[in-house]
């Protein structure tokens, strides 16, 4: 096999990137970006859940840039347009709300951010690692010693400047180069997340789900390992934790003259409609679009998760009001009549287990995510009356009440597991079950603001 040979003009590839006694900077630059957005927007307008475009996007497009930082001459201003731009094409692609949290759309999805790498994040790792690596291999090898005397008032003052910026401390031994980099993107994500959480508006929902006290952090996050959701569906739910979407309060605040403004809610006409208003706090809403659409979205569910304990293969559209399988009996929302009568007599579902002779009386609640810790008690306590009443009924029976409650916005409390565990599932079940019932309600909510 013969190599052809390479004409005057024509330069050898390495990298990716044309190499010549030239080294014509510019072009390369011009080579690699146009190269990079041909993979994004064949990212972001395929029909790839949202986790997964992210997944590619820091997989398949990213990696592309990252040679070039340290080789090609790069400015911070041309990094910082690669981000702005990219964004755009997000925003373009229905991914991006153009309100939306820049910072948050960098932190990791481990604390609910979006997860995307920035260029800007990923040039500064690359040149800090490049300098530390020179740095250390100069010691033993003599034509890296000339390169790094030849950098020294180039990549590796540049180095120095952002380690100071970024905050990182380098340890006083040589370490490998993976861990510096490691330890380098955790604060930079950390960074990313500090900035978002403390934002007044932008950071508001999270500060307060982290003051919950009962809150599962990792089950409170699962939606963002979820694969049904569309990079639509999320971007909107970022939107909607964010307060960035158009209410009447929004619009005053952000209005030249708020006086003129009006920012009472359009549905109830009581109060100043907020996001949080319209999502779990407006009376004019809670029987027309609260109950059908997210309330009982999350109780059939589980209903039908309850059912098929007993029967695997069966589930209900619409759950009949009584339902008998086996040694199960399940009544749905069904009013029931004890001696004295009681205030709170229609859960959402009771379970009758004919063999072990227990009874289930389970509520279903999805409140605001900082309420949901009060809600959980409240349910459980207001029904206690009609268990009461359903003993003297039924006195051969064992009898519990059961609080599944979930936030609006996607909370999950500590106690959530122990519910489900109560009623009879298993433990890898209840972790499924859990994402499934919170995927329901953020749906809900998501249907509710729109």
């Excluded at 508006?201 to 789900?209: F, P, T, V």
């Excluded at 109830?268 to 779990?280: D, Q, R, S």
């Excluded at 749905?332 to 004890?338: E, G, Q, V």
């Excluded at 979930?406 to 489900?420: H, T």
Aim: hydrophobic letters at 40%; glycine letters at 4%; a positive charge.
């Amino acid at each position: 096999m013969s190599l052809k040979d390479l004409g005057v003009d024509e330069p050898c590839k390495y990298l990716g990137i044309d190499e010549d006694v030239a080294h014509k900077g510019d072009l390369n630059k011009e080579k690699v970006m146009k190269e990079y957005f041909t993979r994004l927007r064949k990212i972001w307008s395929s029909e790839l859940n949202s986790r997964n475009k992210i997944q590619a996007h820091n997989t398949f497009a990213t990696p592309l840039l990252l040679p070039t930082f340290g080789i090609l001459s790069w400015t911070k201003e041309e990094i910082e347009a690669i981000d702005i731009r990219t964004r755009k094409l997000l925003t373009m692609n229905g991914s991006f709300h153009r309100n939306s949290d820049i910072d948050r759309l960098y932190a990791p999805r481990s604390v609910a951010g979006r997860g995307l790498n920035s260029i800007l994040d990923a040039y500064y790792l690359r040149l800090i690692t490049l300098a530390h690596h020179v740095r250390v291999r100069a010691k033993v090898n003599r034509f890296l010693a000339k390169v790094c005397q030849h950098e020294t008032d180039r990549l590796l003052r540049l180095a120095d400047d952002l380690i100071l910026a970024i905050g990182v401390t380098l340890p006083s031994h040589d370490i490998e180069t993976a861990h510096l980099s490691t330890d380098i993107k955790a604060k930079l994500q950390e960074g990313h997340t500090k900035a978002w959480t403390e934002k007044p508006m932008h950071g508001y929902n999270k500060r307060q789900a982290d003051k919950t006290l009962n809150r599962d952090p990792t089950a409170s996050h699962a939606w963002t390992r979820s694969l049904s959701l569309t990079s639509h569906l999320e971007f909107y739910l970022c939107a909607i934790q964010e307060q960035e979407i158009p209410t009447r309060h929004l619009q005053k605040m952000r209005s030249l003259n708020p006086s003129a403004v009006n920012s009472q809610c359009r549905h109830c006409a009581e109060n100043p409609e907020t996001i949080n208003h319209i999502v779990g706090s407006c009376p004019a809403l809670s029987s027309g679009m609260y109950l059908p659409i997210r309330h009982n979205a999350v109780a059939k569910t589980l209903y039908n998760e309850i059912l098929r304990l007993e029967k695997p293969d069966k589930a209900f559209v619409n759950p009949p009001p009584v339902m008998h399988e086996g040694t199960l009996e399940m009544w749905w929302d069904a009013k029931i009549s004890t001696v004295p009568a009681t205030e709170f007599n229609r859960p959402d579902i009771v379970t009758w287990n004919h063999a072990t002779k227990k009874c289930m009386v389970i509520e279903v609640s999805v409140p605001l995510d900082f309420n949901a810790a009060r809600v959980e008690v409240e349910k459980r306590d207001k029904y206690m009356p009609l268990i009461i009443g359903l003993k003297r009924l039924y006195p051969t029976f064992e009898f519990e009440a059961i609080s599944v409650v979930l936030g609006a916005m996607g909370l999950v409390s500590s106690s959530i597991k122990g519910q489900l565990a109560k009623i009879g599932f298993k433990a890898k079940r209840i972790e499924s079950i859990v994402r499934l019932l919170q995927e329901k309600a953020l749906l809900g909510t998501i249907k509710i603001v729109k």
